[in-house]
Every structure is written in C-alpha cells, then in structure tokens.
C-alpha cells in the first residue's frame, strides 16, 4: 500500500508563502500524475492543480492560478505545492493525491495523503 505524507502546512499571514511537500513511500511519483486538493470546514474538497507523469505539464484551478505552483522532485519520491501571496480564503486541509490519471473531481485518484493544516490569517 502506497502511503503519501504531506508536511509543511502552519499558520502564516495573508501575503505570505508556504512551500508543501508531499513524498509517497515508494517510486509511486515516477509512475502517477500528481495532484493537490483542499478543503475548508463546512465546504467540498476544491481541485487546486495536478501536474503530469509523462511530461510534467501542471495546470490549476483559476482560484490559485499565478499564486500556486506545483513542482516534482522524482529522485526524492516529493510532489511540492508552493503557495505564494496567500489570502484568507486559502485556509483548509490540504491533500495530495497520486493517480493515474486525476480529474479536477478527484476521479482517477488512487492513494490520498492524510492531509496537512495550511491556517491564514488576516
């Protein structure tokens, strides 16, 4: 069984950055496009962007568009999510999630991190 361990989420204020870091157990990353969702109490989990195994191309959701980026590190089995100007509304639990190939519904999902607390403040 695959395991993905997010880290890197805390408490940070609107305007500031956070760097994620999501590392599977295994060479999971080298075979599965990658991907990043949240979700903020009391709503669904958002897609956030996904970036892909056969030629690394990402792409967002317009929420996050030109504030986020997502980065792979294959050697070291990591998936990054770095997150810049962060406002407010950014503040949920975020996961990564590895599968073959993943929709913006979390489709195609197949292993899920447990998730790491990204907290800002205004």
């Known amino acids: 069984q695959v395991q993905l361990e997010e880290s890197g989420g805390g408490l940070v204020q609107a305007g500031g950055s956070l760097r994620l870091s999501c590392t599977a157990s295994d060479r999971t990353l080298r075979t599965r496009s990658m991907g990043w969702f949240r979700q903020a109490p009391g709503k669904e989990r958002e897609f956030i962007g996904r970036i892909r195994q056969i030629d690394g191309i990402t792409y967002y959701a317009d929420s996050v568009k030109g504030r986020f980026a997502i980065s792979r590190d294959n050697a070291k089995n990591t998936v990054y999510l770095e997150m810049n100007n962060l406002k407010p509304e950014d503040t949920a639990v975020y996961y990564c999630?590895?599968?073959?190939?993943?929709?913006?519904?979390?489709?195609?999902?197949?292993?899920w991190g447990e998730g790491t607390l990204v907290t800002v403040s205004s």
């Open positions: 999630a590895a599968g073959v190939a993943i929709s913006i519904t979390g489709s195609g999902v197949d292993y």
